[in-house]
């Protein structure tokens, strides 16, 4: 098997990929590259032939896919021959978002496009086959990859508590919001944006006061792939630390002994732990308006969290919340091995048996042609801006693209061989056995551990 696989925000995808390539390589089932979804500018060139025209493959596997807003990646699979996979970063939304991530209004061509579509339990593959209208036959409840990295952390006591952002709407200003419409045709919930700012003030002007209350215990600040790190910088200390550029979610997870947060998804890894994820009930607001992840959420009082950082401070670990562990169920396929039921059906897309492929309306032409062109646009204009160095319309370009560079390096969310190979050698390598047979249900493929 031939796979790319194109990774969006670095640290939040980067384990999936490196641990998926090893499974595929070292038993000897294909080959994997990793790659960046986005085109990168740096000063010098524009990545955009490069990633595009790199070889043949098989599959192409997607954090997500949106007919109109990323025609590049249907460019990319045109150009190497190669099925879409969407393995679906983002599985728990709000409703206001269905339009924009299950391509409501380009239903035909958004199953003309896609070959396959990797879930995590049984609530959003339902919401594929009834508002996106796609078949059964193409979805794989292959569960949620960060779990079998949950799995790995321990519970023993650290004295050290993460606290897991979920503030990034807190950024965005009157002009981001424009900007989000303009590119999602989702006008942004200015509600959610009004009370993460406030969440993000208040959780770190707690942290900053029960930093000096305990000074034995450490907290990590972990932003939100692609917030500012800014406002998290104010208030850093000697016990308040700042998570490393491209360490990933598991990793400190695995050195924490709880989770302060909000709303954060992140719950989901936390609760898969065994670990206490608590959601500090700061002030009131509209809880019903969360997504379907809001019954893992374990609001507690100011006074409450207190009391539990308190026992921590004298060695005792929160315990994990029972309900939040039942309740887990309800979103996520639990399985042992989510990495094998991914390998399993990466085969069983690339067998005979599988019918589905990446296809073409005659609505793709234009969106193809104009995809192809933007590319070679820019990739010529950069060229070009180097040659004539010093000229004012080529400065421009090249004080454009070193902005642009500079916001990606800021935000961890720049990608290159270098950063590759520093993930790479952090992996063990990866016991893939061949043991997970695939069963077709009314809501996609299952998968069960075949009888020795």
């Not at 098997?1 to 990929?17: N, Y």
């Not at 609505?363 to 193809?368: A, G, N, R, V, Y």
């Not at 590319?375 to 902005?403: C, N, P, T, Y």
């Amino acid at each position: 098997m031939r796979i790319k696989v194109l990774l969006d925000h670095v640290s939040r995808e980067i384990d999936f990929a490196i641990s998926l390539k090893k499974a595929i390589e070292e038993n000897n089932l294909g080959y994997v590259n990793i790659t960046h979804q986005d085109y990168i500018s740096t000063n010098n060139t524009y990545d955009f032939f490069e990633k595009t025209f790199d070889g043949i493959y098989d599959v192409i596997i997607v954090p997500s896919y949106h007919v109109v807003r990323t025609p590049h990646m249907l460019l990319r699979a045109v150009a190497n021959r190669a099925k879409i996979v969407v393995y679906h970063s983002e599985q728990i939304i709000r409703e206001y978002i269905e339009p924009e991530k299950l391509n409501l209004e380009y239903t035909e061509q958004f199953n003309f496009h896609v070959a396959a579509h990797f879930v995590w339990g049984e609530d959003f593959s339902s919401k594929l086959i009834k508002k996106a209208k796609v078949m059964p036959d193409k979805i794989f409840l292959v569960g949620n990859y960060k779990m079998d990295f949950a799995k790995e952390c321990s519970s023993i006591v650290q004295s050290s508590i993460l606290v897991a952002s979920d503030y990034k709407p807190a950024d965005m200003s009157e002009v981001d919001m424009e900007d989000f419409y303009k590119e999602y045709k989702v006008h942004f919930d200015r509600k959610r944006q009004k009370v993460c700012t406030q969440a993000r003030v208040c959780m770190l002007k707690f942290v900053k006061e029960q930093a000096v209350l305990f000074p034995t215990l450490t907290f990590m600040l972990r932003p939100h792939p692609g917030e500012s790190k800014s406002e998290y910088q104010k208030i850093l200390s000697d016990n308040v630390k700042i998570s490393e550029d491209g360490a990933t979610f598991s990793s400190d997870l695995k050195n924490s002994d709880v989770v302060l947060g909000f709303t954060s998804t992140s719950c989901l890894e936390v609760i898969s732990a065994k670990k206490r994820f608590i959601s500090v009930d700061f002030f009131e607001f509209d809880k019903e308006d969360l997504s379907a992840h809001k019954i893992l959420l374990d609001w507690t009082s100011i006074e409450e969290t207190k009391a539990l950082l308190s026992s921590l401070n004298e060695g005792i670990l929160p315990e994990s919340n029972l309900e939040q562990q039942k309740n887990l169920s309800s979103l996520l396929k639990n399985y042992e091995d989510v990495g094998a039921n991914i390998v399993s059906a990466l085969i069983f897309i690339n067998s005979e048996d599988y019918a589905y492929q990446t296809k073409l309306t005659k609505s793709d032409i234009f969106p193809l042609m104009n995809s192809f062109l933007a590319g070679a646009g820019k990739f010529l204009s950069l060229k070009i801006a180097v040659w004539l160095r010093g000229r004012l319309r080529s400065q421009l370009i090249l004080d454009r693209v070193s902005e642009s560079y500079s916001k990606r390096l800021a935000t961890n969310e720049n990608f290159n061989e270098e950063i590759l190979e520093k993930y790479q050698t952090k992996f063990a390598p990866y016991n893939y056995v061949k043991s997970n047979s695939v069963v077709h249900t009314s809501l996609g493929y299952i998968f069960e551990i075949k009888a020795s």
